[in-house]
């Protein structure tokens, strides 16, 4: 009887549970459903059913949608009280909803995969990105005066420039605002993004903002008052909420290694990086890279000394191509340029030409094409820093590393050796002189005899610069100028161009000369950029055969300051992927003369980078390379032995025919023997530069 009883009530309790929960029941049951139905459906179409993957991804759709159903439940069972919070606290669910707009922005230009663990990272920055105007608006509830309200409004008034700041740098290089932008920053700078960026695009901006800004208010009267345990509650959440965002991140890919998921293990550690932008605080991250101390990048020149390689270390980097003590020598049967011109596009990718990159319309790059297949070339020549100053240390310093240090007294580059060897050298640039100090930094740090810009180029009475400088046809127009006006000396010139820039590239054409094409094709902009550095390169080439300047005795070479920035907004995504989504990419490479001769034993198929350019052109021209320099002479180079190196940040890039490496220089965890001893190396080059050959003996 009892246990009849008994269970009777059990029953009774379930069905009045159930009747309770009906409809939330229902909808558990419906989500499980849905999402079993859709992830069967899209794996059905394999030969094989992969019921692995199946079960994760169905798993990881029923968890984001029952984390949605439960904060949308949770808002309108309470829809009563947070109808009034949002009225007594407007500002911080203003700020709360434009980085839940932002984030949006963020998951979709990074193809970023809407699972649970992406939910609880936006969230996460939901409140980081909101924590100061919440503090705030204590302050103000607590005090309720003028200087407390100043406070609330100036919180929330920063808060808002901060992550429209943010966000406008996150389109360009799909990250958060870095170290190297406040390096950068100055009027000129500014003043050449707002001249350059399409007005409505900025008026929208500016509009949004204001409109924004206009929406501040507090009411008269506070419902839902903080008490003395807000602040705390507050840092506890802010806390709580990190920590788990943090152990899901952690936990989550070793939980699928356990079970013997460990290719999707591997893509979610990939994905951390990119939820790591939506859960940031962007005033945080502004804060950090504004006070960061460069220092720890690498050590000060007057503390650096060498320790001698390992026969190990020696063994693993021999390995990878890379030589330990190998001596520069020069190319046999050398024929030595008198005048070289030396283009440097900015931002251009190898796969911006039709030649590489089938998805590039025939019509944009016939020129630069038919330079490749003319004349010499480097089909895997790569960035080795960047942006452009970093870029510009590779070419000239032959150094990966680009500190302040490096500009000293008596440093040794290319303009300085070349110099040495009777060449005058010039360096010739589009943008303002002042832009980043580069007209007394260059100088410094690079040592060409002539350096000229903007304001140099107005002198001379050219006219129509835009925001950034002046465009490719004046920058060619006074190239040749330069090189009639030395046409019985021997100089070295070096004329770095602008239009090719991210965002915003240039076209100095009308619609109607364009090739249909590529006005066909949506969102053109780039297309229409490379296209007018196709059309303008090609003019030079002509001018310069007209005016027969391009003699036995000239070479011409044409190349990048570093690969753009892989974007991911549409216009550049419709150029393709591949080796456009890295960060250290292949730029072109490309020797253009009447006299091929130093290149009989050139490969074009022999990996390269940056570094590597100083050593080519000195071996070239019959002169000794440094051995301050880090790069190698490509043509004295087996192409079963070559390879390229880069640095970027804290990341040294490796690359040959048959392997790739990456590897954080500071980190010291889960690194192999090799990554250690290329980390050693990289290391040895940049205190060489500053020491010599003076070597330390291993402890």
């Known amino acids: 009887m009892l246990l009849k009883g008994s269970n009777t009530i059990k029953g009774a309790f379930i069905k009045e549970t159930f009747f309770l929960h009906k409809n939330k029941i229902i909808g558990i049951v419906l989500i499980f459903c849905v999402e079993l139905y859709l992830s069967f459906r899209f794996y059905i179409r394999e030969p094989v059913f992969p019921m692995d993957i199946f079960i994760v991804d169905a798993a990881n759709a029923i968890a984001r949608d029952l984390l949605l159903a439960s904060i949308l439940m949770y808002l309108r069972e309470n829809r009563l009280r947070v109808k009034q919070v949002v009225k007594d606290y407007f500002p911080i669910v203003i700020v709360a909803t434009l980085w839940i707009g932002i984030s949006v922005v963020i998951i979709h230009s990074l193809n970023l995969i809407c699972n649970a663990m992406t939910i609880i990272s936006l969230l996460t920055g939901v409140i980081n990105n909101s924590i100061f105007v919440l503090l705030a608006g204590y302050i103000y509830t607590k005090w309720k005066n003028i200087s407390s309200k100043m406070i609330y409004f100036l919180s929330y008034l920063f808060t808002l420039l901060f992550l429209y700041s943010d ?246 580059t290319l303009f300085k050796v070349l110099e040495k060897n009777g060449y005058n050298t010039l360096f010739l640039e589009a943008t303002s002189q002042y832009y980043n100090d580069e007209f007394r930094a260059y100088k410094k740090r690079f ?152 290149f009989k034993n050139f490969s074009s198929a022999a990996y390269a980078s940056q570094i590597d350019f100083a050593p080519t052109l000195l071996g070239i021209l019959g002169i000794s390379s440094p051995p301050d320099f880090a790069g190698r002479n490509m043509i004295n180079v087996p192409e079963e032995s070559s390879y390229a190196v880069g640095f970027l940040g804290e990341t040294i890039y490796y690359w040959s025919s048959d392997f790739h490496m990456k590897t954080d220089m500071y980190s010291g965890k889960d690194q192999n023997p090799s990554e250690k001893a290329l980390i050693h190396w990289v290391q040895d080059l940049y205190a060489k530069y500053f020491v010599g050959d003076s070597v330390r003996a291993l402890q």
């Not at 364009?514 to 390169?537: D, F, H, M, R, S």
């Not at 030079?540 to 300047?549: A, E, G, P, T, V």
């Not at 591949?578 to 130093?598: K, M, R, T």
């Open 447 to 598: 040592g060409m005899n002539t350096y000229s810009a903007k304001e140099d180029l107005e002198k001379e009475g050219y006219i129509g610069s835009s925001g950034w400088g002046f465009h490719n046809d004046v920058m060619y127009e006074e190239t040749i100028r330069i090189m009639e006006q030395n046409r019985n000396k021997k100089f070295f010139m070096v004329t770095k161009t602008i239009d090719s820039h991210q965002p915003y590239p240039y076209c100095g054409l009308p619609k109607e000369n364009i090739p249909a094409a590529i006005n066909e094709q949506p969102n053109n902009v780039y297309l229409k950029g490379i296209y007018w550095e196709n059309i303008t390169l090609q003019k030079f080439f002509q001018d310069i055969k007209d005016r027969n300047l391009l003699d036995d005795k000239t070479l011409i070479i044409v190349t990048s300051d570093h690969n753009p920035h892989p974007s991911q907004n549409a216009h550049y995504k419709r150029l393709g992927e591949g080796d456009l989504n890295l960060s250290l990419a292949p730029i072109p490479l490309i020797f253009v003369s009447n006299n091929l001769q130093p």
């Open 167 to 412: 966000t406008a740098y996150f389109l360009v290089t799909s990250s958060h605002i870095e170290k190297m932008l406040f390096e950068n920053l100055n009027n000129y700078s500014i003043f050449s993004v707002i001249n350059t960026a399409d007005k409505s695009f900025l008026l929208g901006i500016l509009i949004s903002l204001t409109l924004l800004t206009l929406l501040f208010r507090t009411p008269k009267k506070i419902n839902y008052r903080t008490t003395g345990n807000t602040v705390a509650i507050i840092l506890f959440i802010c806390i709580a909420a990190n920590l788990i965002n943090f152990a899901t991140a952690y936990i989550y890919p070793k939980v699928l290694v356990a079970h013997g998921y460990d290719e999707e293990a591997e893509l979610e550690k990939a994905r951390n990086s990119s939820r790591n932008l939506l859960s940031q605080s962007v005033t945080v991250n502004l804060a950090r890279e504004f006070c960061r101390n460069d220092e720890r990048i690498v050590a000060a020149s007057s503390q650096l000394y060498r320790v001698a390689f390992s026969e190990r270390e020696a063994l693993l980097l021999n390995e990878l191509g890379i030589k330990v003590g190998e001596k520069p020598s020069a190319v046999p049967n050398v024929f030595p340029y008198d005048k070289i011109i030396m283009i440097v596009g900015e931002s251009l990718h190898r796969d911006y030409l039709h030649s590489y990159n089938s998805l590039i319309p025939a019509e944009t790059t016939p020129f630069l094409d038919s330079l490749l297949a003319t004349y010499p070339h480097s089909d895997h020549y790569y960035t080795s820093n960047k942006p452009t100053t970093q870029g510009l240390n590779s070419l000239f310093l032959s150094q990966m590393l680009c500190t302040d240090d490096q500009a000293f007294d008596n440093n040794v």
